[in-house]
């Protein structure tokens, strides 16, 4: 697995416990649809949330949550839908972004962006 994939996969599992020790009950990682997908499904509370996480190793180039641009909200937006539709969801839904700054070999930093709106 390339470097990157590899960092991005670790940025996702902190995330995913940092969800975890939030309350929130993960439901599904890593799910697609087409060419799309949707990093974490998870509950909070009542509220079905999808969870787009970004991972960086440092913000030299710029902050991680810029790269949830108009046309990445698009996708997200779309592939939940197809979601929602092909479970039958009736909740309330709401998009977060999750954003990690850090290697696997020291401490991140984790910014959790609830409602994120572009």
Do not use: C
Request: proline content about 3%.
């Amino acid at each position: 697995m390339a470097a990157h994939n590899e960092l991005g996969r670790w940025g996702e599992d902190v995330a995913a416990n940092y969800l975890q020790r939030k309350g929130y009950t993960i439901i599904e990682r890593d799910w697609r649809s087409g060419h799309r997908d949707l990093d974490i499904i998870a509950y909070d509370g009542e509220t079905v949330v999808f969870v787009e996480v970004k991972t960086r190793r440092n913000r030299l180039f710029a902050d991680p949550e810029w790269a949830v641009d108009y046309q990445k909200l698009r996708n997200l937006k779309q592939a939940a839908n197809h979601y929602i539709k092909f479970r039958g969801i009736d909740q309330e839904v709401r998009f977060d972004v999750i954003t990690v700054v850090g290697t696997p070999d020291n401490e991140p930093e984790i910014e959790h962006i609830e409602d994120y709106e572009w």
